[in-house]
């Protein structure tokens, strides 16, 4: 079982590109999450998904998408990548979204110049 | 506002000595408190649950304590071995809201030296 699956694990972006976060998990986890990583501030939440065919706003939406279109596949899209986006991005997964454990990925590298 | 704050931000202690790590928070409603680790590139592992009657939770070296009407818990590593450097970090989970209501501390990011 490989659990929750990011890719790619860095990226150099020019600013104004478009971009897209991949995020797999196999174990049929209904809830999901993207989380970014900044020195000095921990993990904010950036968007969620409950359920697949549904999406919410976390704390720090402006900027990101994301679509949830099965259970597994939860990726992020960054429509015209920003300096300030550079950043750690995590996903993470819960077996339901009050579920007690919460699984991240290794993480995606981000450098938007 | 709910805000979870760790103490140290950073810490240094020599391989075999003990320590602990220290947590506040003002999370209401109050649902549950846990604590993650963080090696360095990757991603957060959970060490710890505990639920507003526990008042201590053990994971092999580490130990977790809750003080729920003091809003504090602390992590304890015993023995400390060059595996345990890493980031420590707090989350308490509060209830309602959509997307599960964890709130994340900052972390405190510990070195264990040989």
């Known amino acids: 079982i490989a659990g929750i699956t990011q890719a790619p694990t860095s990226q150099i972006l020019a600013a104004g590109r478009r971009m897209t976060l991949r995020c797999t998990q196999d174990?049929?986890?209904?809830?999901m999450y993207w989380y970014r990583q900044d020195l000095g501030l921990g993990l904010r939440l950036i968007h969620y998904?409950?359920?697949?065919?549904?999406?919410g706003k976390g704390e720090v939406p402006d900027g990101y998408s994301v679509s949830r279109a099965n259970t597994d596949d939860f990726p992020l899209t960054l429509a015209s990548a920003v300096p300030s986006q550079t950043s750690v991005y995590f996903c993470?997964?819960?077996?339901?979204?009050?579920?007690?454990?919460?699984?991240f990925g290794a993480g995606t590298r981000l450098s938007v110049l | 506002k709910n805000q979870v704050e760790q103490s140290p931000q950073s810490l240094i202690i020599l391989e075999g000595k003990n320590c602990t790590l220290q947590?506040?928070?003002?999370?209401?409603?109050?649902?549950?408190l846990r604590w993650y680790k963080q090696d360095t590139g990757r991603g957060p592992v959970s060490l710890t649950i505990?639920?507003?009657?526990?008042n201590t939770k053990s994971n092999g070296r580490y130990t977790a304590t809750l003080d729920a009407d003091t809003k504090q818990s602390s992590l304890h590593i015993t023995a400390s071995q060059l595996s345990d450097s890493a980031s420590y970090i707090c989350?308490?989970?509060?209830?309602?809201?959509?997307?599960?209501?964890?709130?994340f501390g900052k972390g405190t990011k510990l070195s264990v030296k040989p």
């Open positions: 993470a997964s819960r077996d339901q979204p009050d579920g007690n454990i919460q699984y």
């Open positions: 174990m049929r986890h209904n809830a």
């Open positions: 998904s409950n359920t697949a065919g549904t999406t």
């Open positions: 947590c506040n928070y003002t999370v209401s409603p109050f649902s549950n």
């Open positions: 505990m639920t507003f009657s526990e």
């Open positions: 989350v308490v989970r509060s209830y309602g809201g959509s997307q599960g209501n964890l709130i």
